[in-house]
C-alpha cells in the first residue's frame, strides 16, 4: 500500500499547517498579555510546545518569530521575547520530531528557553539593550519558571489529546512527521535477530 499523499493531499496538508500556524500565532499574541506572569511568558512556551508537536521546528521557529516581533512591535516588550522563545521553539521541534514524544518537546523548550535563552539573554541585553548589572544567569530563574508553566500545560493538554486519538488524527491530516526512536530497548522489547 502506497502511502505517499497525492499532490493534492500535499497542498492541502500544506494549506492546513499555515492555518493552524497562523491560529497558534494568533493565540499566543493574543493570550500573551492576559496570561502574562511578570518576568516570565508561560503562554508562549505554551505555544512553543503545541507546535512543535502539531508543525515541527521549522514552523515552531518561524511561529516564534513572528509572535516575538508582533509583541516587540505593539507591546512594548524587549528583545527577550527574542530570546526567550526562539531557541526553545527550535529545540523542542527537533526534540520531538526525533523521538515523537511530548515529554522531549517539553524538556527541549524547558533547555532551549530556560537555559539556552536565558543565557543568550545576557549579551543581548548588555550590548544591544544597554542594560547593565546582568550576569550569564540573571534571566535564568525566571525562564525556567515560565517554561515550567507553559511547558507543562501542554504536556498534560497534548498528552490528553494523544490518549484520546485526536492528536495522532490532526497530526495525520498536518502530515506532521516524526521518528520514534527508543533509545534504551528492554531486552523483552528487543528485536529477535
Known amino acids: 500500500m502506497n502511502t505517499t499523499p497525492t ?3 500535499q ?15 494568533a493565540g499566543c499574541y493574543i493570550l500573551s498579555p492576559i496570561l502574562r506572569v511578570p518576568g516570565m ?14 508543525l515541527g521546528p521549522l514552523y515552531n521557529f518561524i511561529n516564534a518569530v513572528i509572535v516575538s516581533s508582533m509583541r516587540m512591535a505593539t507591546m512594548g516588550i524587549t528583545l527577550l521575547a527574542f530570546t526567550g522563545s526562539i531557541f526553545g521553539a ?5 526534540a520531538y520530531r526525533y523521538t515523537g514524544s511530548i515529554l522531549a518537546a517539553t524538556i527541549g523548550e524547558i533547555i532551549g528557553t530556560g ?8 549579551p543581548v541585553m548588555t550590548l544591544l539593550a544597554g542594560e547593565s548589572g546582568l550576569n ?3 534571566y535564568t530563574p525566571s525562564f525556567i519558571m515560565g517554561t515550567l508553566i507553559g511547558g507543562l500545560t501542554a504536556f498534560i493538554v497534548l498528552s490528553t489529546l494523544k490518549r484520546t486519538g485526536q492528536l495522532q ?9 516524526f521518528q520514534t526512536r527508543h ?4 531486552e523483552k522489547n528487543a528485536d529477535p535477530k
Open 169 to 177: 488524527k490532526f497530526q495525520e491530516k498536518l502530515g506532521t512527521k
Open 115 to 122: 537555559i539556552i535563552g536565558s543565557m543568550a539573554s545576557y
Open 7 to 9: 499532490k493534492r493531499q
Open 90 to 94: 527550535l529545540l523542542s521541534g527537533w
Open 11 to 25: 497542498s492541502r496538508q500544506k494549506l492546513l499547517r499555515l492555518i493552524t500556524a497562523s491560529i497558534l500565532i
Open 183 to 186: 533509545f534504551f530497548k528492554s
Open 41 to 54: 511568558a508561560p503562554v508562549q512556551h505554551l505555544f512553543n510546545v503545541t507546535g512543535a508537536v502539531l
Open 136 to 138: 550569564w544567569f540573571y
